[in-house]
């Protein structure tokens, strides 16, 4: 009886069958999870404001980069860390690396809501001086998601 053995040909096929399904799934699966919190700052909007009538790319456009000097001094903009373009790679003001906020080029960047939370609270203070507004997030992250 001759032992069970597998051509070289079939051996590639199944090793590029498995390699296509291990494929990272990240990119919809965190487009699709921003959606979510972008519709869960909608009612949250919603709540806050009855006449709220949906996000708008140009006023996250602004957002971003508006210098309101409301907050810290070190820190006037969203740009000054993350650059007045949203797919270029930013700096701490420690020269830490920054991966660019545009949704295209860092898919993953708001796929996690915990972390997304975090960041908004922490930088919002430090521009604004205050937390952003649910419109104010909303806004945002549609603008980078244009981006």
Same mark, same amino acid.
């Given at each position: 009886?001759?032992?069970?053995?597998?051509?070289?040909?079939?051996?590639?096929?199944?090793?590029?069958?498995?390699?296509?399904?291990?494929?990272?799934?990240?990119?919809?699966?965190?487009?699709?999870?921003?959606?979510?919190?972008?519709?869960?700052?909608?009612?949250?909007?919603?709540?806050?404001?009855?006449?709220?009538?949906?996000?708008?790319?140009?006023?996250?456009?602004?957002?971003?980069?508006? +210098?309101?000097?409301?907050?810290?001094?070190?820190?006037?903009?969203?740009?000054?860390?993350?650059?007045?373009?949203?797919?270029?790679?930013?700096?701490?003001?420690?020269?830490?690396?920054?991966?660019?906020?545009?949704?295209?080029?860092?898919?993953?960047?708001?796929?996690?809501?915990?972390?997304?939370?975090?960041?908004?609270?922490?930088?919002?203070? +430090?521009?604004?001086?205050?937390?952003? +507004?649910?419109?104010?997030?909303?806004?945002?992250?549609?603008?980078?998601?244009?981006?």
């Amino acid at each position: 009886m001759r032992p069970y053995s597998i051509s070289s040909t079939r051996l590639l096929i199944i090793a590029a069958l498995v390699s296509v399904w291990a494929l990272p799934v990240s990119a919809p699966v965190s487009a699709a999870q921003m959606q979510e919190k972008i519709a869960d700052y909608a009612a949250e909007a919603r709540a806050q404001d009855n006449n709220f009538a949906g996000f708008s790319a140009d006023r996250g456009s602004i957002l971003f980069s508006s +210098s309101p000097a409301t907050g810290k001094p070190e820190t006037p903009s969203c740009t000054t860390c993350h650059t007045a373009n949203p797919t270029g790679i930013g700096q701490t003001r420690a020269g830490k690396e920054i991966a660019p906020m545009a949704l295209s080029m860092t898919p993953d960047r708001y796929a996690d809501a915990k972390k997304l939370e975090k960041w908004f609270r922490r930088n919002c203070t +430090s521009v604004l001086g205050r937390v952003c +507004s649910p419109l104010e997030k909303g806004d945002f992250l549609t603008f980078m998601a244009t981006q």
